[in-house]
């Protein structure tokens, strides 16, 4: 019975080659906005390694008015070449939308902005990340404790930008780029895979009542950053990784 079955299985592959037998056209499932549906963490390592892509592209979309500052736009892409390999370099862009002119936006308006705003995608040997800025608040704040900016997939980003507007500058509180800054590249270390949310840990370091996050809290990666409670401290400086987080980063392909 086998050489049976397998002598029909030489005939059936000899009529295929016969009528053009072709590799069937598999879609590379790393790029275009299929690899842009992925959650937070998930590529970690293709941003970190040079091993799948060998460039980085930073596409930052924000609403009229909330132009980041050039603090951000220095810091984001020389964060970027500190910690990841990229031989071929980290670029940026940085375009205008329009305000929407919204106080509060959902978790899924904000999803459906990236759809309508993002240019770039994975391509070729570039990796893409995306960072959007709102002119509004996230609907789920609170006042006592609410939320700057967010991860929300493997490579988007958003920061509320009426938010940091509100909470920057003046008394006791901390200059804007610091701020946005900060938590920018908190966001950024989510992407990453910071904390223990698709890098793996070297060392056992996440926040036992704040997952996915550092348990040292003067990192980059503390739970507060992110939030109101960053007030608590008044950044005067942008913070960094502790060693703890630097490692996972370089054990995952980081440089
Ligand atoms: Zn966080
Ligand atoms: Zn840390």
Redesign the pocket.
């Known amino acids: 019975m086998r050489s049976i079955s397998n002598s029909i299985y030489v005939l059936a592959c000899l009529g295929l080659l016969l009528y053009g037998c072709e590799e069937p056209v598999r879609e590379d499932p790393f790029v275009g906005m299929g690899a842009a549906r992925w959650d937070v963490g998930k590529s970690a390592n293709f941003l970190l390694s040079d091993d799948r892509f060998t460039k980085l592209e930073l596409e930052i979309a924000y609403m009229e008015g909330f132009r980041p500052t050039d603090v951000l736009l220095e810091e984001m892409v020389g964060f970027l070449e500190e910690v990841t390999f990229k031989p071929e370099g980290v670029v940026l862009t940085l375009r205008e939308i329009p305000a929407e002119g919204e106080e509060f936006y959902s978790a899924e308006a904000i999803a459906s902005l990236e759809d309508q705003y993002r240019q770039s995608y994975n391509e070729g040997n570039t990796v893409s990340v995306f960072l959007l800025v709102v002119d509004g608040n996230f609907m789920q704040d609170e006042t006592e404790f609410f939320t700057i900016g967010a991860a929300y997939r493997n490579t988007s980003m958003v920061l509320f930008g009426k938010r940091i507007m509100e909470s920057s500058g003046g008394f006791r509180r901390p200059p804007r780029g610091i701020l946005e800054t900060t938590v920018a590249l908190h966001e950024l270390g989510h992407l990453l895979g ?2 223990n949310v698709g890098t793996e840990m070297v060392t056992p ?1 996440e926040d036992e009542e704040q997952e996915f ?4 809290e003067t ?4 739970w507060t950053v992110e939030t109101s409670n960053v007030f608590l401290f008044v950044p005067q400086t942008i913070r960094t ?6 490692n ?1 980063l370089r054990a995952n392909g980081g440089r």
């Open positions: 910071l904390v370091h996050h550092c348990d040292e990192c980059l990666m503390y990784l502790d060693a703890n987080c630097r996972d």
